[in-house]
Nanobody, 125 residues
Framework: VQLQASGGGLVQVGESLRLSCAAS????????MGWFRQAPGKEREFVAA????????AYADSVKGRFAISRDNAKNTVNLQMNSLNAEDTAVYYC???????????????????WGQGTLVTVSS
């Protein structure tokens, strides 16, 4: 299984970025896909997740209303549209895939089976 995250970069406060994660080696449509992030000196934290059919979506309170997660099961990709970025969004962003994740566990990193390598997002003020 491979999860390849891309789209990170350096942006200014208030700007937008779109992250993508391409999955291979798994039956993508059966997996819940999540985005997590880890800022320097901090623990990894949940950002957003979407169930296999898109019926359930969860966001961290810190990104709700600014970020949007979506998936394309035909292309085996999950995207994270990030708007109104601020300095606190600076982190390495990881995509993750998990099977048989119940809604109440979508925010838990230990529920996910596979992880990508991460893409760095830097928001400069």
């Amino acid at each position: 299984v491979q999860l390849q995250a891309s789209g990170g970069g350096l942006v200014q406060v208030g700007e937008s970025l779109r992250l993508s994660c391409a999955a291979s080696g798994l039956t993508f449509s059966r997996y819940t896909m999540g985005w997590f992030r880890q800022a320097p000196g901090k623990e990894r934290e949940f950002v957003a997740a979407i169930k296999w059919g898109g019926s359930s979506i969860a966001y961290a309170d810190s990104v709700k209303g600014r970020f949007a997660i979506s998936r394309d099961n035909a292309k085996n990709t999950v995207n994270l549209q990030m708007n109104s970025l601020n300095a606190e969004d600076t982190a390495v962003y990881y995509c993750a895939a998990g099977q048989r994740i119940i809604v109440s566990s979508m925010r838990m990193d230990q529920a996910y089976d596979y992880w990508g390598q991460g893409t760095l997002v830097t928001v400069s003020s």
